[in-house]
Nanobody, 119 residues
Framework: EVQLVESGGGLAQAGGSLRLSCAASGFRFDDYTIGWFRQAPGKEREAISCISNADGVTHYTDSVKGRFTISRDNAKNAVFLQMNSLKPEDTAVYYC????????????WGQGTLVTVSS
């Protein structure tokens, strides 16, 4: 059974930090690019970061560049999102997802973890 399980969400103050984890199982983790997405209340889901499988190339959306860092540990089938300098607008449910055929093909998704940033 394929599973992606996010953890590490919670309440943080503006300027604070949180580290999200995504634990994967049930598929060949190191064949997949892993992405982090978020969905704020009343807004559409947005892609915020991804890390490739083979060479660990990373991408970030402009709103999190310089504040968030994505990393992966293939030995542990895990991906992490270090979030620093948090802002209230970072409040959202954060999801990790896996794809291996291109950015539009995220087929495996986690259930999400809620991040709330207070001002």
């Amino acid at each position: 059974e394929v599973q992606l399980v996010e953890s590490g969400g919670g309440l943080a103050q503006a300027g604070g930090s949180l580290r999200l984890s995504c634990a994967a199982s049930g598929f060949r983790f190191d064949d997949y690019t892993i992405g982090w997405f978020r969905q704020a209340p009343g807004k559409e889901r947005e892609a915020i970061s991804c890390i490739s499988n083979a060479d660990g190339v990373t991408h970030y959306t402009d709103s999190v560049k310089g504040r968030f860092t994505i990393s992966r540990d293939n030995a542990k089938n895990a991906v992490f999102l270090q979030m620093n300098s948090l802002k209230p607008e970072d409040t959202a449910v954060y999801y990790c997802a896996a794809q291996r055929l291109g950015p539009g093909t995220y087929g495996y998704w986690g259930q999400g973890t809620l991040v709330t940033v207070s001002s």
